[in-house]
């Protein structure tokens, strides 16, 4: 793989993370309910998911799901099903009220009950894994980098790598971001509000994927 290939992918690599998607809405959501820390566990799962799929398209097996309807209507209904379902998940969340201090007038703040790590990291997983749209874009631009002269698997590696550490900059980044909005949202009322209108949006999402084609064009 030359330079001129790789500082080519790098730029798409950062267009593609920075777009806005289910990956985005997640990391935010997380970001602000539990803070940059915990969400990390979330974004590692965001990349899991996202080296499967880099995997899938640079193997050659993206064309052959996107070659059969079938195929491609269960990836598509089981990624638009999760979305909607961790949407309704993060309407009902429960939201924890504590006291700062032991001081009988403490002030009282209220947050997100935080899942364990290993749901966190599988929400992740599962986001980036089952998304179609991920697997349709990446079955259409990986190969344009891949260089069929040379071996497969290290240009796969170096690509893996790229996106991945740009991704989980880009998506740390939107954690941050939503996480310093965190004391605005202090009482039991704000936090619910949160809940609902992130997961009203993850529904949003999931409900799009089921008018996702395979050829969009």
């Not at 089952?130 to 079955?139: A, S």
Request: overall charge positive; charged content about 10%; aromatic content about 10%.
């Amino acid at each position: 793989m030359s330079f001129t290939t790789w500082i080519t992918f790098l730029v798409a690599a950062c267009i593609i993370a920075v777009s806005p998607g289910s990956g985005a809405v997640l990391s935010m959501s997380h970001g602000l309910a539990y803070g940059v820390r915990k969400t990390t566990g979330t974004i590692l799962g965001l990349q899991l998911g996202l080296l499967l799929v880099l995997f899938i398209a640079g193997a050659g097996v993206g064309s052959i799901l996107l070659a059969s309807e079938v195929a491609f209507n269960v990836v598509k209904t089981v990624g638009a099903l999760y979305l909607i379902y961790l949407g309704f998940s993060q309407w009902r969340a429960k939201v924890q009220v504590q006291s700062d201090q032991p001081a009988q007038r403490a002030p009282v703040t209220a947050r997100t009950e935080v899942p364990q790590l290993r749901k966190r990291l599988l929400t992740g997983f599962l986001t980036n894994a089952t998304n179609p749209k991920g697997i349709i874009f990446m079955v259409a631009v990986l190969p344009q980098f891949i260089a069929h002269t040379a071996p497969l698997l290290p240009q796969l590696l170096i690509l893996a790598a790229t996106m991945c550490a740009v991704d989980l900059a880009v998506m740390h980044g939107y954690a941050f971001a939503a996480s310093s909005m965190q004391r605005f949202f202090r009482n039991a009322h704000a936090v619910k509000k949160q809940n609902m209108f992130f997961g009203s949006v993850l529904m949003a999402v999931g409900a799009a994927l089921f008018f996702v084609k395979r050829n969009p064009t």
